[in-house]
Structures are given as structure tokens and as C-alpha cells.
């Protein structure tokens, strides 16, 4: 691996903010972002990538590489939790391998930011068309990860209410947000754009930065409690992003050769979901325990994928 490429980001400033958040709670500190203000930062994050990429996508003529590469999305998060979901339940219950099969399959949004800050490092742009692709992602693996839960449970008394789960996986807030951004963008003119590009562009970094702040300290909170489970979950955690990422960084080459693209493909497949995943599963499977699912993605998965993750994939993409 490029030594210097890791080191780079290593010293990220926004991963660094994130190791803060980690070392706050364990010197017992009092640090916190206020709920509220960090919900507004996810809001601010996700509308901004999807804004962003609603303009990127305007200057771009659909072609068959375009719709080629949003199949190739939705089959990914089809494909993720059909194999997870059976490696988990050698050793967890139904629901839990169908929750964290489903976390899996689907995308974090917040490791994407991160990944678009990366790809800029890099002097690489993002295509517009990818924000849509990681929108889409988010439901098909909802979905067969509540498939999965109906097919193999025995008890006729918790059978999953497709329709309900189907619902909610698409108006997530989430999912929405970064839809109707997407939407806005595309519609919006260059002239309309540029009166809030001071808003979506230049506060961008700092708002990550202080989000993972954030996402540090829930983390930090979360591991406590995690290792009760054994050490199967934190090795799962621990090698199957590396494991998505790769291979996909490698099959992408099959649907578009450009670097940037190929890149965010790895990292969709590598991150979890661990806001629209919970919140569906919440209501639809209940009885998943989120003291599991969570950590997994936010606090082992997280981390991997941005320390050792983007480097990895980014190497990999280069020279396939």
C-alpha cells in the first residue's frame, strides 16, 4: 500500500475529530454535541451532497454506461445481504443476521461524504449520477434483509409486514432528503446555485469534521457494551468491509473505467448503514438488537473503511 497515501489520511482532519470523539469518552470527558445540533449537521450533509451532485448531473447526458452503473448499485445491495445473512446466522439469531445483513448491504452516507472529501484530495470530482446510485442502494437491502428475517423465521406470530417495511425503507428521511436534494440540484441553474454555493461548498468540511466529532463520541459510547457479544462480531465488522470493498473495486471495472466512479463503488459496498437500517428495522424486526447491528457499523466498520479502507480501495482501482 502507498505509505503516503495512508499517512495522508491518517491525518485527515475529520478522521482525527472522529479519534477525538473516542477519546473523550474514555477520559470520562463531558464533551458533546447537542442532539439537535447534530441532527442538523446530518441534515446539512446530506442535503448538501445531494444538492451537489443534483448540479453535477445537470451538466451530464444519460448515457448506457449511466444506467448500467445504477443497475449495478441496486444488484450490489441485493447481492451483500443474500451472503451475509448466511454467514451471521451460523452464529446469531434470525434476526439479528437479517438486521446486520441488511445494515451491510445498505450505504452510510456519512462514510460517502467522507469518501467524496477524499476523492477531492486526490484532485478527482464526483459524478453527480453517484449520489443517485447511493440513494437507491438504501431500500433493496431493507428489503431483502426483511425478506430474509420473513423466509427463515419460524414463528408465525413475528412474521415481517413487508408493506410496511417496503414503505418506510423509501421515505426514510434520509433516503428523501438526499432524493429531493439530488432533485433540486438537477432542476437548479448555475445562476440559482451559485447564491447558496458559499453554504453547500465552503462549510462542507467543517460541518463533517464536527459531525464526526460526533459519530466519535456515540462510538466511543457504544464499544463499551459491544465485546459482551463475543468476538464474532467484531471480526465480522472488521473484515467483511475490507472484503465488499475490494471485490467491488475490482468488478467495477466491468461498468466504467473511470477512477473516481470505480472508487465510490468500493466504498458503497464496504460501508453500513447505521441511520436508515435501524430506523426501518425499528419498526419492522423489533426484535434485531441494535446494541449489536450498531456498533458494528458505526464503531468498527466506521473506522476501518476511512483509516484503512480508502486507501486500500483507491490502490486497488489504480492499478486494475
Same mark, same amino acid.
Given at each position: 500500500m502507498n505509505l503516503n497515501l495512508l499517512i495522508d489520511n491518517l491525518t485527515n482532519p475529520a478522521l482525527l475529530f472522529f479519534t477525538l470523539g473516542i477519546v473523550a469518552v474514555y477520559l470520562k470527558s463531558d !464533551?458533546?454535541?447537542? #442532539?439537535?445540533?447534530?441532527?442538523?449537521?446530518?441534515?446539512? +450533509? +446530506? *442535503?448538501a451532497i445531494g444538492f451537489k451532485g443534483g448540479q453535477e448531473l445537470s451538466?451530464?447526458?444519460?448515457?448506457?454506461?449511466? &444506467?448500467?452503473?445504477?443497475?449495478?448499485?441496486?444488484? =450490489? @445491495?441485493?447481492i451483500i445481504p443474500l451472503y451475509t445473512f448466511f454467514i451471521l446466522?451460523?452464529?446469531?439469531?434470525? *434476526?439479528? $443476521?437479517? %438486521? =446486520? /445483513?441488511? /445494515?451491510?448491504?445498505?450505504?452510510?452516507?456519512?462514510? *460517502?461524504?467522507?469518501?467524496v472529501s477524499y476523492l477531492e484530495s486526490q484532485q478527482l470530482n464526483l459524478h &453527480?449520477?453517484?449520489? %443517485?446510485i447511493m440513494a437507491l442502494m438504501e431500500s433493496p437491502a431493507i428489503i431483502m434483509g426483511l425478506i430474509l428475517i420473513s423466509i427463515f423465521n419460524k414463528d408465525d406470530k413475528e412474521k415481517i409486514q413487508k408493506r410496511t417495511a417496503l414503505k418506510h425503507s423509501l421515505t426514510n428521511g434520509s433516503v428523501l !432528503?438526499?432524493? &429531493? @436534494? !439530488?432533485? =433540486?440540484?438537477? !432542476? /437548479?441553474?448555475?445562476?440559482? %446555485?451559485?447564491?447558496i454555493k458559499p453554504f453547500t461548498n465552503d462549510l462542507f468540511k467543517g460541518f463533517l469534521a464536527i459531525f464526526l466529532l460526533d459519530?466519535?463520541?456515540? @462510538?466511543?459510547?457504544?464499544?463499551?457494551?459491544?465485546? @459482551?457479544?463475543?468476538?464474532?462480531p467484531f471480526i465480522f465488522a472488521l473484515i467483511i468491509p475490507l472484503f465488499n470493498g475490494s471485490i467491488i473495486a475490482i468488478l467495477s471495472s466491468f461498468v466504467t473505467h473511470e477512477i473516481n466512479n470505480r472508487f465510490m463503488f468500493a466504498i458503497l459496498a464496504a460501508s453500513a448503514s447505521y441511520i436508515a437500517v435501524p430506523a426501518a428495522m425499528k419498526i419492522s424486526a #423489533?426484535? $434485531?438488537? #441494535?446494541?449489536?447491528?450498531l456498533p458494528m457499523a458505526l464503531a468498527v466498520s466506521f473506522?476501518?473503511? =476511512?483509516?484503512? &479502507?480508502?486507501?486500500l480501495y483507491f490502490l486497488i482501482v489504480q492499478n486494475t
Open positions: !464533551l458533546e454535541i447537542p #442532539p439537535n445540533s447534530s441532527k442538523f449537521i446530518s441534515l446539512y +450533509l +446530506l *442535503f451538466h451530464e447526458t444519460f448515457t448506457s454506461e449511466i &444506467g448500467l452503473s445504477m443497475l449495478f448499485g441496486i444488484l =450490489i @445491495s441485493l446466522k451460523r452464529k446469531l439469531n434470525v *434476526f439479528d $443476521a437479517g %438486521a =446486520i /445483513a441488511a /445494515a451491510y448491504g445498505s450505504v452510510s452516507a456519512v462514510t *460517502f461524504v467522507t469518501a &453527480g449520477y453517484m449520489v %443517485a !432528503l438526499i432524493l &429531493g @436534494s !439530488l432533485v =433540486i440540484g438537477y !432542476l /437548479a441553474n448555475a445562476k440559482q %446555485a451559485e447564491g459519530m466519535g463520541i456515540t @462510538s466511543g459510547k457504544k464499544l463499551k457494551a459491544f465485546f @459482551s457479544f463475543g468476538w464474532f #423489533p426484535k $434485531a438488537n #441494535p446494541g449489536l447491528f473506522p476501518v473503511n =476511512i483509516t484503512i &479502507g480508502m486507501p
